[in-house]
T-cell receptor, first 114, second 116 residues
Framework: GNSVTQMEGPVTLSEEAFLTINCTYTATGYPSLFWYVQYPGEGLQLLLKATKADDKGSNKGFEATYRKETTSFHLEKGSVQVSDSAVYFCALSGFTGGGNKLTFGTGTQLKVEL | GAVVSQHPSRVICKSGTSVKIECRSLDFQATTMFWYRQFPKKSLMLMATSNEGSKATYEQGVEKDKFLINHASLTLSTLTVTSAHPEDSSFYIC????????????FGPGTRLTVL
């Protein structure tokens, strides 16, 4: 079946540091890949997505490239801010016997300090 | 953007009681709603998918008589945890999808259930 593996947190960085959160996946066919962000007390929000190999999703300074050869979708940001502190979920959308569904990673908590 | 609300945000109940959680899409019509369960440091696990006006489709291993789902309108779905026990304590999250938004799912803030 489909699965998503992402690095465990928490990840603690100083403001303006470079961020990488690793995500790898296992899926049949050609899934779409997503990063969701959950700020404290709020629901998950779509941060970015990529629907095919070599696509790069980007939003709010975050980027991730769909790498089919390494089955990865690592999240990066060049300079994090305190306001980026949140939990980040990698996910894939793939067709299973029951229809098109999202499969999530365990989430990585990011803490950005001054 | 599209907003999904959940009520209550937090509930504590005694073992053996039933708890109802509401999920509402506030500014769009949700043709499909999803219910997830999240354990500490674990993935969101899909429990069931419901389409308005029809019976929910449950994932393998999820007891449909335990977790009753009603999707009575295009803006409201409810999850009722019947005869709750401490092992049902968890974070329950709903999401809603409409066909007009590239099938994107919009998530509610979640409900923390604690069963004593």
């Amino acid at each position: 079946g489909n699965s998503v593996t992402q690095m465990e947190g928490p990840v603690t960085l100083s403001e303006e540091a470079f961020l990488t959160i690793n995500c790898t996946y296992t899926a049949t066919g050609y899934p779409s890949l997503f990063w969701y962000v959950q700020y404290p007390g709020e629901g998950l929000q779509l941060l970015l997505k990529a629907t095919k190999a070599d696509d790069k999703g980007s939003n709010k300074g975050f980027e991730a490239t769909y790498r089919k050869e390494t089955t990865s979708f690592h999240l990066e940001k060049g300079s994090v801010q305190v306001s980026d502190s949140a939990v980040y979920f990698c996910a894939l959308s793939g067709f299973t016997g029951g229809g098109n569904k999202l499969t999530f990673g365990t989430g990585t908590q990011l803490k950005v300090e001054l | 953007g599209a907003v999904v609300s959940q009520h209550p945000s937090r509930v504590i109940c005694k073992s053996g009681t039933s708890v109802k959680i509401e999920c509402r899409s506030l500014d769009f019509q949700a043709t499909t709603m999803f219910w997830y369960r999240q354990f500490p440091k674990k993935s969101l696990m899909l429990m069931a998918t419901s389409n308005e006006g029809s019976k929910a489709t449950y994932e393998q291993g999820v007891e449909k008589d335990k977790f009753l789902i009603n999707h009575a309108s295009l803006t409201l779905s409810t999850l009722t945890v019947t005869s709750a026990h401490p092992e049902d304590s968890s974070f329950y999250i709903c999401s809603a999808r409409t066909s007009g938004r590239h099938n994107e799912q919009f998530f509610g803030p979640g409900t923390r259930l604690t069963v004593l």
